[in-house]
């Protein structure tokens, strides 16, 4: 038999309260493609994969800690993505301008021609 843990939503622990940002994160900011796939490793593929790590590049800290527990959960497509965007980085970094707009801008381009996904304005 589980022992019934009492939840309080006015008095919860640190490690509820970031388990409900989470839950709350992954609701507001992830398509139902996504979602299903964070529960699911049947479903989660590369491509859910980086579109969750994308969508934290272009969301922020809401979705830090979910898309740090999939690099751990997934090793494999953690290597390959990170591979992937030092790539699309290394690519926009070969400019002259030292412009913070102009770098982002070349970051982007790059991620959108590596990716196919485009992470926002600056």
């Known amino acids: 038999m589980c022992e019934k843990i009492p939840f309080n939503i006015e008095n919860m622990t640190p490690d509820q309260q970031q388990k409900f940002d989470d839950l709350f994160a992954e ?3 992830l398509n139902h493609e996504q979602w299903n796939a964070l529960d699911d490793p049947c479903l989660m593929t590369q491509e859910i994969f980086n579109s969750i790590q994308l969508r934290r590049m272009e969301i922020g800290p809401e979705l830090e800690n979910i ?5 751990v959960k997934y090793p494999d497509y953690a290597i390959s993505y990170s591979r992937r965007l030092e790539k699309a980085i290394s690519s ?3 400019s002259d301008s030292f412009s913070l707009d102009i770098c982002y801008k070349n970051m982007r381009k790059e991620i959108l ?3 196919g996904y485009d992470i926002g304005p600056l």
């Open 113 to 115: 021609k590596e990716f």
């Open 92 to 94: 926009a970094s070969n």
């Open 27 to 29: 609701i507001k900011y």
């Open 67 to 71: 898309t740090t527990n999939l690099f």
